[in-house]
């Protein structure tokens, strides 16, 4: 079972950040936040992923609150190109996928 | 990173046939994982496959109707057996690359169609 809430859905403008939350208030202490993305008919692709500290890559920015019930992915200027649903998931031994957040990026 | 080669990547198969799926990676990786995907729906991991021992599969999904074999560190593959249409589904092939974190890295998916 995913132990992850996301919005189904976002919308961005282009060029704009996008801010896709995520609430994870029963993840544990050595629990990672890993960020995936799926855009259409492809596998999903690693993004970041976190433990305590916010990180930051050449594909975006990971923000974990303080008591780390909760994280947000920042795509600091979004493409059309990052149309695609967001997976936030909380690691445990493998992977588990929710329901993720379906963004759009609009011109 | 890791580059993985899935074959086939798309099938139409006829109801009661069996399908097998291939995954090859081009390096040698510890972990191999087996998702599927309906129509519309998130990813659900069917297996995780062992390599020299019997796969790990999650509940819901058995043995005789997915087996799973990785004879080695860079191949395995997943038999969809006795087909029905609730069988059409992308499956994906994952791996884990230790690259001083785990990451996954996946498969373009086999999309396959049960008629």
């Known amino acids: 079972d995913a132990k992850t809430t996301q919005p189904p859905s976002m919308d961005c403008a282009e060029g704009r950040a996008a801010n896709l939350p995520c609430n994870h208030s029963?993840?544990?202490?050595?629990?990672?936040v890993y960020w995936y993305r799926q855009i259409h008919s492809q596998g999903p692709q690693y993004i970041i992923h976190g433990l305590k500290n916010n990180e930051t890559n050449e594909m975006a920015s990971l923000i974990i609150t303080e008591d780390r019930k909760s994280s947000t992915l920042i795509l600091p200027h979004a493409t059309l190109r990052d149309t695609a649903v967001y997976y936030c998931i909380v690691r445990v031994n493998d992977m588990r996928f929710g329901a993720g957040t379906r963004l759009t990026v609009k011109p | 990173s890791a580059v993985i080669s899935q074959k086939p990547s798309r099938d139409i198969c006829q109801r009661g046939t069996s399908l097998t799926i291939q995954c090859q990676v081009d390096s040698q990786v510890t972990m191999m994982f087996w998702y599927r995907q309906q129509p519309g729906q998130s990813l659900t991991l069917i297996a995780t496959a062992n390599q020299g021992s019997e796969a790990t599969y999650e509940s819901g999904f058995v043995i005789d109707k997915f087996p799973i074999s990785r004879p080695n560190l860079t191949f395995s593959t997943l038999t969809v057996s006795n087909m029905s249409p609730e069988d059409s589904s992308i499956y994906l092939c994952?791996?884990?690359?230790?690259?001083?974190?785990?990451?996954?890295?996946f498969g373009s998916g086999t999309q396959l169609s049960v008629l």
């Open positions: 029963t993840i544990s202490g050595n629990e990672y």
């Open positions: 994952s791996v884990e690359a230790s690259t001083g974190f785990e990451k996954l890295f």
